[in-house]
């Protein structure tokens, strides 16, 4: 599980294509303290780590990706210099600073719109017809893996605040306008949706 809240802004360093696809993404973690088999989110894709590893001074870690994530995410477009919002996974007793995040995609969220607003960025997403149901204003959504609170609805789209640390200290500072985010619905809102339905 993770919280949305980001930790290092990774770099893709080699993509290798086979059966899965094999990423290799340069971080600033102490790659020695990350075991072979954890999880980090990157870009709120849970994914496994395989092999890591230091080189010319900075770590970096190997995650495979099945044709499913491939499709359900961006990482099918990912290419060499992409740059990922990384997150490790939460240990038992860490500050929960976001909302619980799980790092399974539900879709993809389209950028419509990005203006500053005050030192901000405001940017206006467009979600898939069938996640927007449980989107809600004053709720949260997990874009890119960056927890972020929902600040109006309109039908699929809905708007999001990205405050100055949060651009300089993500991806989010060079997200465009037409740019596609994975979106992952909060999980609370999965499950109330799932009750009312079988209720």
Same mark, same amino acid.
């Given at each position: 599980?993770?919280?949305?809240?980001?930790?290092?802004?990774?770099?893709?360093?080699?993509?290798?294509?086979?059966?899965?696809?094999?990423?290799?993404?340069?971080?600033?973690?102490?790659?020695?303290?990350?075991?072979?088999?954890?999880?980090?989110?990157?870009?709120?894709?849970?994914?496994? $780590? &395989? @092999? #890591?590893?230091? +080189?010319?001074?900075?770590?970096? *870690?190997?995650?495979? %990706?099945?044709?499913?994530?491939?499709?359900?995410?961006?990482?099918?477009?990912?290419?060499?210099?992409?740059?990922?919002?990384?997150?490790?996974?939460?240990?038992?007793?860490?500050?929960?600073?976001?909302?619980?995040?799980?790092?399974?995609?539900?879709?993809?969220?389209? $950028? &419509? @719109? #990005?203006?500053? +607003?005050?030192?901000?960025?405001? *940017?206006?997403?467009? %979600?898939?017809?069938?996640?927007?149901?449980?989107?809600?204003?004053?709720?949260?959504?997990?874009?890119?893996?960056?927890?972020?609170?929902?600040?109006?609805?309109?039908?699929?789209?809905?708007?999001?605040?990205?405050?100055?640390?949060?651009?300089?200290?993500?991806?989010?500072?060079?997200?465009?306008?037409?740019?596609?985010?994975?979106?992952?619905?909060?999980?609370? %809102?999965?499950?109330?949706?799932?009750?009312?339905?079988?209720?």
């Amino acid at each position: 599980m993770f919280t949305g809240i980001i930790t290092d802004i990774g770099r893709v360093e080699r993509v290798t294509r086979r059966g899965d696809t094999r990423f290799r993404i340069r971080t600033g973690y102490d790659v020695s303290g990350i075991a072979i088999g954890a999880s980090i989110a990157c870009d709120g894709v849970c994914l496994t $780590v &395989i @092999a #890591r590893g230091q +080189e010319d001074g900075a770590g970096w *870690f190997e995650a495979d %990706a099945s044709a499913e994530t491939l499709a359900r995410s961006t990482l099918g477009s990912w290419r060499e210099g992409h740059r990922v919002n990384l997150e490790r996974a939460l240990h038992v007793g860490d500050e929960l600073g976001g909302h619980i995040v799980s790092g399974h995609v539900d879709g993809l969220a389209e $950028v &419509i @719109a #990005r203006r500053p +607003e005050g030192d901000s960025l405001r *940017f206006r997403l467009r %979600a898939p017809q069938a996640l927007a149901r449980f989107i809600a204003e004053k709720g949260s959504v997990a874009l890119n893996g960056t927890s972020l609170t929902v600040n109006e609805v309109e039908g699929p789209e809905f708007g999001v605040n990205i405050i100055p640390h949060t651009a300089q200290h993500t991806s989010w500072g060079g997200i465009a306008v037409g740019g596609r985010l994975n979106l992952e619905i909060d999980l609370l %809102a999965r499950y109330v949706a799932r009750l009312i339905e079988t209720g």
